[in-house]
Nanobody, 124 residues
Framework: QVQLVESGGGLVQAGDSLRLSCAAS????????MGWFRQAPGKGREFVGA????????YYLNSVKGRFTISRDNGKNTVYLQMNSLKPEDTAVYYC?????????????????WGQGTQVTVSS
């Protein structure tokens, strides 16, 4: 069992940066691939990116490549989403999630554990 709590969301202007954190409870954090998803109003949950449990390899949604970076600190049971050059279309509730599968699994149904989400709003 893994419990996840996101933090770091807020209201920013286009072009700004924001770093989200996701703190995990439990001793098995390092056993999971950690992913970030987002959900904009009226839309489905969208895969943003993921980081592997071992070698730190990552996989991203094309529209965030080069702007977003995922990292993790297994010693702190925390995964991060650094978001740079934010755009209004990045506005959404952002969720972190844990899966036993690899980084290229983008289907939300394959992620077993979820945080409660944190709101990111980017104004133009």
């Amino acid at each position: 069992q893994v419990q996840l709590v996101e933090s770091g969301g807020g209201l920013v202007q286009a072009g700004d940066s924001l770093r989200l954190s996701c703190a995990a409870s439990g001793r098995t954090f390092s056993s999971y691939t950690m992913g970030w998803f987002r959900q904009a109003p009226g839309k489905g949950r969208e895969f943003v990116g993921a980081i592997s449990r071992t070698d730190g390899s990552t996989y991203y949604l094309n529209s965030v490549k080069g702007r977003f970076t995922i990292s993790r600190d297994n010693g702190k049971n925390t995964v991060y989403l650094q978001m740079n050059s934010l755009k209004p279309e990045d506005t959404a509730v952002y969720y972190c999630a844990a899966t036993s599968y690899g980084v290229e699994v983008i289907d939300a149904s394959q992620y077993a554990y979820w945080g409660q989400g944190t709101q990111v709003t980017v104004s133009s």
